[in-house]
Structure formats: structure tokens, C-alpha cells
């Protein structure tokens, strides 16, 4: 399983849509971190390169990167589970491998690739931002809506390495949701286009209706698992885990519905 779950991840960094996903997130944060000039009344050149890199994913309220930001992190392999059943790739993986074996290492792997999209975005930003403004940072002062402000005002490195953190278990459980939407409904544009319609009906619902009329809802759905504008940890550690399960669940949905032989267990 070891082998499969480093077989994935090579497969993953010698993706040449992979790395045109990362190219176009990079692209966009740092469209935002322009536009983000005349809102905070700041110069990006004079910022300094943690704070403009914060400002450019973390804070962006342009929202162009994070708006895109979560397909952009399932289109690499977020339907590698459908493609292998689709070409059935499956059956000869699973004449060479438990079935266990094969389900767990994909999971992993897929699950992974989204995290690791936004570990490659996030390193080409702050190159870029290094280039941009190679200068001591300077702080702004944070809306208390944004959690870990403690950690932002005691250190930009410690604020960036946490929000770095916390994205990539978004691009994990985000990825594993997408995977499993589409080993049901066994359709590429389904699969990738319904969590990402989530995200933000979410988003829009929480936004325009009182918060107490959809916090029900969208409490069990990814709004807001990415740009942190939640309060509470615990809050943010419930829709982590809300979104993981879910992706576990239809995961197993998928399987079961596919009900492939598992040829090494006879």
C-alpha cells in the first residue's frame, strides 16, 4: 500500500495539469494582491513579502484565488478513482493488490494531491512576493472574524505556516468529497462541478440570508473551510471533519455501487 500511496504522488508531481492548476492559482493570488492596493491603501512593493503574501491568499477579499481555488485543487485527480474504473485500470491494479489495500492507497493519494496543490501554490507565491517586495513586513489590523489573530500579531511566519496548514486539510477532505461525488454519479463534469457549486451556493446563502436561518445548513457543507472567516477553531476543526466524512462516506457509496471483483482476495 506504501508503494501505491508514493506510486500516486509521483504520478501527481509529474502531472502536467497539476502544475497548470498551481500556475493559474499562482497567477490569480497574485492578481488579488493587486487588486487588494486601493482596499487596504497599501503599496505591494512596500508591504514586505510576508504580508503581501498574506494578503494575496489568506486576506484576499477580491477573492479571485479563492474563489477558484477549490476546483482548481480537484481537477488534477480528484477523478483518478473513475478514470482507473472507467478504463478498467481497476481490475488489473486490484490482480496485484488487496482490495483494501487499493481503496485506502487511493484515498490517500487523491486526498493528498489537493493538499500538495496548495503547499506548490503557496511556495511559488512567496517566491513571487519575495520578488515583489523584498522588504521588512509591516502588519495591518485584522477583522476579529479571522481566527488565529493572536498568532498573526505574534508572528506573520507562525500566521502563514498555520493558514498553510489549514489549507491543506482543505485541499485533503475537499479532494476526497469530490472523489466520492463522482464514484457515484460516474460522470467527470458531475463529479467535479457539484462540490465546487456547493462551496459557494453555500457561501452566497450565508451571505444574503440571516445567519441563523442557514447556519444548519451550512454548517454541514464547506462553506468558509477555506478563507477561515470563522471565529472559533472548533468551528473550523467541525467543517474539516464534516467534509472528510462525507468524502469517506460517498467514497464507500461509490465503492460498494461499483461492486468490482476483487480478484486478489479469491
Not at 96 to 121: E, V
Request: proline letters at 4%; glycine letters at 4%; hydrophobic letters at 45%.
Amino acid at each position: 500500500m506504501i508503494k501505491q500511496i508514493k506510486r500516486g504522488i509521483t504520478h501527481v508531481f509529474k502531472s502536467t495539469l497539476f502544475w497548470i492548476c498551481v500556475l493559474i492559482a499562482t497567477v490569480l493570488s497574485i492578481y488579488d494582491l493587486y487588486s487588494n492596493e486601493q482596499l487596504y491603501s497599501m503599496e505591494s512593493a512596500r508591504i514586505g513579502t510576508l504580508t503581501a503574501f498574506i494578503h494575496a491568499t489568506a486576506l484576499s477579499p477580491s477573492g479571485t484565488f479563492q474563489m477558484c481555488a477549490p476546483i482548481l485543487c480537484t481537477i488534477p485527480c480528484a477523478l483518478s478513482f473513475l478514470d482507473d474504473i472507467k478504463t478498467s485500470q481497476i481490475n488489473n491494479l486490484l490482480c496485484r493488490m488487496k482490495c483494501s489495500d487499493y481503496y485506502i492507497s487511493k484515498a490517500i493519494s487523491t486526498g493528498l494531491s489537493g493538499g500538495l496543490f496548495f503547499i506548490c501554490t503557496y511556495v511559488l507565491v512567496f517566491l513571487c512576493c519575495l520578488i515583489i517586495s523584498p522588504v521588512s513586513s509591516v502588519r495591518i489590523l485584522l477583522s476579529p472574524i479571522i481566527p488565529f489573530t493572536h498568532i498573526y500579531q505574534t508572528s506573520l511566519l507562525g500566521f502563514i505556516g498555520v493558514y498553510t496548514v489549514h489549507s491543506f486539510i482543505f485541499g485533503y477532505t475537499f479532494t476526497l468529497f469530490a472523489m466520492g461525488i463522482s464514484s457515484i454519479v460516474q460522470n467527470k463534469y458531475i463529479g467535479l462541478a457539484v462540490p465546487f457549486v456547493l462551496y459557494h451556493t453555500a457561501m452566497l446563502l450565508a451571505w444574503i440570508l440571516p445567519k441563523s436561518s442557514v447556519y444548519d445548513i451550512v454548517k454541514y457543507i464547506p462553506y468558509e473551510s477555506f478563507n477561515i472567516q470563522i471565529p472559533y477553531l472548533h468551528t473550523v476543526i467541525y467543517r474539516h471533519s464534516s467534509i472528510l466524512i462525507l468524502g469517506l462516506v460517498f467514497y464507500a457509496i461509490g465503492i460498494y455501487r461499483q461492486r468490482v471483483l476483487c480478484e486478489s482476495s479469491i
